[in-house]
């Protein structure tokens, strides 16, 4: 005769079952949505120098020495959304408001939320395939810029800088670079004619913290992301193991 499981027996089971699932299935969700993240992170990078390269076929000229000519953040920003289909204005928003102003409250990889926005010199603008673009001002002459923000996902969330916020610089020699790659004719923080109110750049972990207290310290992550490397340890994954501080 077989023997039956008890009603105990199968509660117990069940309860198992569940304190299990409990534990792995928002690990399991938050993993398949990074995946996607990173997915989308590679798609904008990738046509982000697709359009630069277009940019220079039309024009004869990098859109960095484009944009300094022009000295205008409002110029650059249009002349850019140009190659994205359906661009819209989507926020006026700049430094000079009040961040509650800003199109949505933006958060640090902590949690903690931002009290400021990075690329806040001419407003939002929105594309067909949903992303959101931001930009930072002109560069000065010979100098690496225009620097844009690019949240990935646009009004979804979870908007927040290094998951799907990211940051890029436009180079002289026609390249899109993520923030936090270092590049030949980038200017570095000890050269002379550095200047943080133009184009800032920065590398190295400190500059994509998960205890980050203000975005600056989030704006190296792009890097980290494209390469799909954990700051702390280059042998780890950004996406499965950094984000979810394994």
């Known amino acids: 005769m077989k023997k039956a499981f008890t009603l105990a027996e199968v509660l117990i089971t069940i309860g198992i079952i569940g304190v299990v699932s409990a534990l792995t299935l928002p690990s399991l969700v938050q993993d398949t949505q990074n995946k996607e993240l990173e997915v989308r992170l590679k798609t904008t990078f990738n046509q982000m120098n697709q359009i630069s390269q277009r940019f220079y076929a ?3 000229i990098s859109f960095t020495e484009w944009a300094s000519d022009r000295g205008n ?6 002349e850019f959304m140009k190659y994205y289909k359906g661009n819209l204005k989507a926020s006026d ?3 000079q408001d009040d961040i509650s102003t ?7 990889l902590g949690g903690q939320k ?4 990075l690329c806040d010199d001419g407003g939002f603008n929105s594309e067909v395939g949903g992303r959101l673009f931001f930009f930072n001002n002109t560069p000065p002459a010979g100098v690496n810029g225009p620097i844009i923000c690019v949240d990935i996902n646009g009004y979804q969330r979870p908007n927040t800088f290094g998951r799907d ?3 890029f610089q436009f180079t002289t020699d026609n390249m899109v670079i993520p923030m936090g790659q270092r590049h030949r004719t980038n200017i570095q923080p000890e050269d002379e004619g550095f200047n943080d109110d133009q184009q800032f750049f ?3 972990e400190t500059y994509c913290s998960r205890a980050a207290t203000k975005p600056l310290l989030n704006s190296a992550c792009a890097y980290y992301a494209l390469q799909d490397m954990s700051p702390k340890d280059p042998d780890k994954s950004y996406w499965h193991d950094f984000l979810l501080g394994r």
């Open 93 to 95: 928003y700049t430094y």
């Open 202 to 204: 920065y590398e190295g």
């Open 102 to 108: 800003a199109p949505y409250p933006m958060f640090l």
């Open 165 to 167: 916020i990211f940051v």
């Open 58 to 60: 039309d024009n004869g």
């Open 114 to 117: 931002s009290d400021s926005v």
């Open 73 to 78: 953040v409002l110029d650059y920003a249009a």
